[in-house]
């Protein structure tokens, strides 16, 4: 099985940037499509970005056309410990939500057809809340 738990939520003020980690304890090969989504009061769930990983290297897929170019999402490995970390940078009050980070086991054929923000992901983390105002 496999567990997930975010870190690194706070407030901050606009303009600002924060990194999330998630971290993945279980076999790494029930969970080498992760992602991050994100929720705020009131709206959907929101995928943000997501990632196929598998023998030591990733593959960044896709990230929301809303946090281009100012979130990167990687994951690195010590040991026996896997993380996947969000950085954000020019955080905006819109980026205000509960993150969450989830993960699916994906096929290795196919997998930019099989990882993405529309998977159904059926491992998911209990949230770190970020605020920016």
């Known amino acids: 099985h496999v567990q997930l738990v975010e870190s690194g939520g706070g407030s901050v003020q606009p303009g600002d940037s924060l990194r999330l980690s998630c971290e993945v304890s279980?076999?790494?090969?029930?969970?080498?499509?992760l992602a991050w989504f994100r929720q705020a009061p009131g709206k959907e769930r929101e995928g943000v970005a997501v990632?196929?990983?598998?023998?030591?290297?990733?593959?960044?897929?896709?990230?929301a056309d809303s946090v281009k170019d100012r979130f990167t999402v990687s994951v690195s490995q010590d040991n026996a410990k896997h993380t996947m970390d969000l950085r954000m940078n020019d955080l905006r009050p819109e980026d205000t939500a509960t993150y969450y980070c989830?993960?699916?086991?994906?096929?290795?054929?196919?997998?930019?057809?099989?990882?993405?923000?529309?998977?159904?992901?059926?491992?998911w983390g209990q949230g770190t809340q970020v605020t920016v105002s």
């Open positions: 279980g076999d790494p090969y029930f969970a080498n499509c």
């Open positions: 990632l196929y990983s598998a023998n030591g290297k990733a593959t960044r897929l896709n990230y």
């Open positions: 989830a993960a699916v086991r994906v096929p290795f054929v196919g997998f930019r057809k099989h990882c993405r923000l529309t998977s159904t992901f059926d491992v």
